[in-house]
């Protein structure tokens, strides 16, 4: 079974840190007055003095400088802005503003989340997770990343539940994993979404079920999210139940995915082929899946161990066998983990109105060979 691209990235792919820094330390808007902005902060306002610090940060309505943003960032910590200390710690990880010093990032991300800010409570569970400026300690890595997620911040409760459900450095629980999925989801988090959508459809941690699998797909395919809308692409071709499957609605998501990211990702290619395959556009799934597999082979710089890249080359090659024989790809049946029992939180199916689905006839086969040239951008 193919595993969609939340699955891939792992936890890292929840983290805030994959912002740029002045993003994640707070954003600001456009309307403001300079020299208004100035007086205010040199008057000792601790939230103009942060808001100055991050403009000077991220160049935002004024030059960037990061000298100045340590400063005014450092004027505004020491008023006890949480968002200020938490940004400190980050530049002091990065060495943005300051020489690259993890122990003292380490100080201000502590003050910050003994404070009690998520974020910085998340950034200090990283510290003890990594041994960044701190001695590795798992147990306290654990505890911070559970009190920044008991305080409703999506990102870490959707990095929470990774840990459950994969045991990483706590004792696995596929069905806590599941609960703690479905609050980041409803917080907005759109991995969780994902994630959550792919243990409906796996049976993992909840019973299968590929209704609710659909409807968080969609509902995370309504953001800009490529990789959103590549997943439900991938399910709409290939779900073990041919009942959901859109071959159309397929191609127009995985096209989507495609072009967004300029065609650059070969999970995203073996998505299309997969859906023009379900389209019964088999000459174009053909050309279009060989496309993908000579990108799996020259993607070098990526984080695939060799006996991984093995499999996934095997895995694209049976495809490719398929589609030449006219035949689309269909997952196989997963095999759910027994005794999983609803989310009862999960409304879902009321909100999206997803509807029952019954079988459809199989795409009309084409005509062509396979061997017509196919561009993708």
């Known amino acids: 079974m193919k595993i969609l691209r939340f699955a891939l990235l792992g936890a890292a792919a929840l983290l805030v840190g994959v912002l740029p820094l002045h993003a994640q330390n707070g954003g600001v808007g456009d309307d403001f007055d300079p020299a208004a902005l100035q007086q ?6 601790a939230d103009a ?12 309505g004024m030059p960037k400088d990061e000298k100045k943003a340590a400063e005014w960032l450092t004027r505004a910590a020491e008023k006890e802005k949480l968002e200020a200390m938490n940004a400190l710690g980050t530049m002091n990880e990065e060495g943005v503003g300051f020489p690259k010093d993890e122990k003292k990032a380490f100080e201000w991300y502590e003050k910050a989340a003994k404070y009690g800010l998520a974020l910085a409570q998340q950034n200090l569970s990283q510290c003890y997770e990594l041994g960044k400026g701190v001695e590795k300690n798992q147990a306290e890595a654990n505890k911070w990343l559970k009190r920044a997620a008991d305080q409703d911040f999506a990102p870490s409760q959707a990095m929470y539940a990774f840990k459950l459900e994969r045991g990483l450095g706590i004792d696995k629980n596929t069905r806590e994993a599941a609960e703690w999925y479905l609050k980041a ?3 907005g988090l759109i991995r969780a979404m994902t994630h959550l959508a792919y243990l409906y459809y796996t049976g993992t941690g909840v019973p299968l079920d590929y209704r609710r699998a659909e409807a968080w797909y969609r509902r995370a395919a309504r ?26 609605s397929a191609v127009e998501f995985a096209r989507n995915a495609v072009e967004k990211l300029s065609g650059k990702q070969y999970e995203m290619i073996d998505t299309l082929a997969a859906a023009l395959a379900r389209s019964g556009k088999f000459g174009e ?3 279009t899946q060989m496309k993908a597999i000579v990108m799996l082979d020259g993607d070098k710089d990526g984080d695939i161990k060799p006996e991984e890249k093995a499999k996934l080359e095997q895995e694209l090659s049976e495809r490719l066998k398929t589609y030449k024989k006219q035949s689309p790809f269909t997952e196989k049946d997963p095999t759910p983990e027994t005794g999983a029992k609803p989310l009862v939180e999960d409304r879902i199916l009321q909100e999206e109105a997803v509807p029952r689905r019954r079988a459809k006839p199989a795409p009309k086969k084409d005509q062509d060979s396979g061997d017509k040239p196919v561009v993708i951008s």
């Open 40 to 45: 205010l902060a040199e008057r000792g306002n």
């Open 49 to 60: 003095q942060f808001e100055l610090g991050i403009r000077y940060l991220g160049g935002e």
């Open 185 to 187: 989801a409803q917080n």
């Open 223 to 248: 953001s800009d999210d490529p990789w959103a809308r590549n997943d439900l692409a991938w399910f709409l071709a290939v779900c073990p139940d041919d009942s959901f499957h859109d071959g159309d």
């Open 285 to 287: 799934a053909v050309q």
